[in-house]
């Protein structure tokens, strides 16, 4: 079993940072691949961002690329997504998830979720 708590989310105004984290407990962190999915209200669950097992591959969606930026510290066993230039569409609840591939993550179907965090963007 592999636990994630994910830290950090909060109000934030349009144009500003925030940077999440994500501990993980449990079984050995480089054997997975990590990733971020969000799911705004209303709205499905959808995938982020997700980083390699050695954390030098990383992925993104389209609506995040050249704003959001997902890096791990093995050494931590944290995963962390820093987000700059914030919209008011990037309100979500935040989810961490573990996955052996990549794949995994992308295609929602994760081996393991976080409980969430919840990031509010404000005009």
């Known amino acids: 079993q592999v636990q994630l708590v994910e830290s950090g989310g909060g109000l934030v105004q349009v144009g500003g940072s925030l940077r999440l984290s994500c501990a993980a407990s449990?079984?050995?962190?480089?054997?997975?691949?990590m990733g971020w999915s969000r799911q705004a209200s209303g709205k499905e669950r959808e995938f982020v961002a997700a980083?390699?097992?050695?954390?030098?591959?990383?992925y993104y969606a389209d609506p995040v690329k050249g704003r959001f930026t997902i890096s791990r510290d093995n050494a931590k066993n944290t995963v962390y997504l820093q987000m700059n230039s914030l919209k008011l569409e990037d309100t979500a609840v935040y989810y961490c998830?573990?996955?052996?591939?990549?794949?995994?993550?992308?295609?929602?179907?994760?081996?393991?979720w976080g409980k969430g965090t919840l990031v509010t963007v404000s005009s």
């Open positions: 449990g079984r050995t962190f480089t054997s997975y691949a």
């Open positions: 980083v390699s097992w050695s954390g030098c591959n990383t």
């Open positions: 998830a573990a996955d052996h591939a990549v794949a995994g993550l992308q295609e929602g179907a994760p081996d393991y």
